[in-house]
């Protein structure tokens, strides 16, 4: 028996009911008098006002949540952990540029190095605005004021990797510094303060020990000159003078410290840390602080603005003027950093340009220069230099014999006999008036550039730009001395001494006398039975780094900066100021007295994040 099966005709039938259906919505949902759009619109209609009011929250609402959508995408999830934006540049191929070794020690352009350093890594002392001594790992007391002082390290202190700091560490750093020395690509000031210091351990107690002074002469700074960070003895066995610089050695990819943070981990995009649990201070309540990279500011800027990252340090003044108009991010400015100044180097080594060997000519350029335009250039975030020594310190003179004077420029180049041009330089015997300006390729190096280029006009000078990477400018200009004029920030002791910029002794690499500069002032001296003139300037700091009476110093000083400012060997520009640019969710920010950039967070155990965004404009 067979039965008659019919399902094809009941599938016939639905696909074409539902063929109907779908065919005549559009008439259903939005065109029919019972449609579900004119039902809709009869009650929104009958509903007015409130239908207007509840329809303007809800577009309101929509275009918050997309507008800071960007600013909550992250922020929200993590409250103990800050993300800090870092430009480290890009590779050849457009990718970022990785870090490859974090170490202490290494004299470094690199301000991600200088951070995660300043975070990892502790000093026995380190040293306020002053100069004046803060115990950190080890408390002190003076034997012999410059020559003898006795240490004793703080009781039960760890390495972040469990193992008890001992006087062994501090020997076996102190060690590598010295030997650093030998190597003229990470010669700095602590490896040559070292090579005049020993350290001597204590027969009776195996924490304490002294630091001696060498030689006959005392070291006026040296809290300063001892406020290297300490490594732990146990992992750097491998590391000296030549590898130091290299990725290989253990502790240069795997720090190990006894600061507030430790490494956590490290990626081609990102560096994290954590928390380090055998810190000995009070730790922070920010538990996490990722450093994410970018290939160049803008990239940082814009992720800044998106909420992707809560924070951006070092900022150009492009980006600053593009933050002062956002409701949700806080500038910070650290105040003048007085240990640091920008300056014109004229280079007076055998072979450059003869002309900057003439001071009449030095000293119209310094003439020329308006200093308060540069500083307005950087929307004010500067303060006027007016010499080697800031305003800080006991031995400071305010000595710029020749300040911003466009008439005494052109008097001193009238004497000297160059006659204005048809074009506006001048010329002499048909030479014109012309020298180059080196200087490290930036956004905001590139507007003062141009700003001292038209200064130099103003009085019929022609200031040929040239600009290069840093690395360029380094290798090729500033240690082989191959420049006229370099325009160029250095870092200073906080101590008055300055031997290692301006004595003669300091011309040649890695000597730090960039102009090359001998006085021409001479004074006469009896050495080794014979009388012989010296220059006055080199007989100054000698003096100034022997004595330890800070008035007979200060009179030393006091001769060194009127000699400087008589024969104009550097055209002393500004004291620069750092910006920090911070997400309002966090709070306790203070770099009221920061005078390194990667200082702003030695207030870290003070910061929070709020768990909610927050619209507060109102910067410090």
Known sequence: MFIKVDTPNRFLDLFYQSRKAFWNYPERLFFAKDSWLNSFITFYKES????????????????????????????????????????????????????TRINPLISTNIQLEKDLSELIYESLIKVDSKGDPIP???????????????????????????????????????????DLESNPQFSNLYSKAA????????????????????????????????????????????LSAQNIGMPDPYINRNPVGSGPYQLSQATSQFIELKINPNYHGIKPEINKIKFKLFPNEAAALKALQNGQIHSLAGINIESTLALQKSN???????????????????????GANPLLKEAKIRQALSAAVNKQELIEAQLGYAETANGPIPKTSFAYTPNDKYPYDVTKANSILDELGYIKGADGFRYKDNVKLTFTMTYVDSA??????????????????????????????????????NFEILFYGVQTLIDPDRY???????????????????????????????????PSVDDDLDDGRRLIDEKARKKKYEDFQDVLASEVPVIFLF?????????????????????????????????TISPQFQTDTTAP
């Open 444 to 481: 905001d190096r590139n507007i003062l550039a141009e700003v001292l280029k038209k200064q130099f006009e103003a009085v019929g000078i022609e200031l040929v730009l040239d600009k290069a990477t840093l690395q360029v400018a380094v290798e090729e200009h500033i240690i082989p001395r």
């Open 195 to 238: 090579n005049k210091l020993e350290v001597v351990k204590s027969a009776v107690d195996p924490d304490a020990f002294e630091f001696r002074v060498t030689g006959d002469n005392v070291i006026p700074g040296f809290f300063e000159a001892i406020s290297f960070k300490i490594l732990p003895a146990h992992l750097i066995d491998d």
């Open 575 to 607: 004291h620069p100021e750092d910006l920090y640019a911070v997400n309002n969710r966090v709070q306790g920010v203070d770099l009221s007295k920061v005078y390194f950039l990667e200082q702003r967070f030695n207030t870290i155990e003070d910061w």
């Open 136 to 178: 950190v790992l080890a408390d002190f007391f003076i034997i012999e004021k410059g020559k003898r002082y006795q240490f004793k390290l703080k009781p039960d202190l760890y390495w972040s990797d469990g193992t008890k700091i001992t006087a062994e560490d501090v020997f076996k750093t102190f060690t590598l510094i010295q």
């Open 48 to 99: 007015i006002p409130l239908s207007h009011i509840i329809s303007s929250i809800a577009i309101m609402l929509l275009l918050f949540t997309q507008v800071n959508g960007a600013m909550m995408q992250f922020l929200s999830i993590e409250d103990d952990m800050l993300i800090e934006g870092v430009v480290t540049g890009s590779t050849e191929t457009g990718e970022v540029q990785p870090l």
């Open 500 to 534: 290692e910029l301006f004595h003669s002794s300091q011309v040649r690499h890695p000597g730090l006398n960039i102009a090359s500069y001998v006085s021409e002032a001479k004074r006469t001296q009896v050495i080794d039975g014979k009388t012989e003139r010296v």
């Open 328 to 350: 949700n991010i806080s500038l910070y400015a650290t105040g003048p950093l007085y240990n640091q100044f920008w300056a014109l180097y004229l280079n007076q080594t055998e």
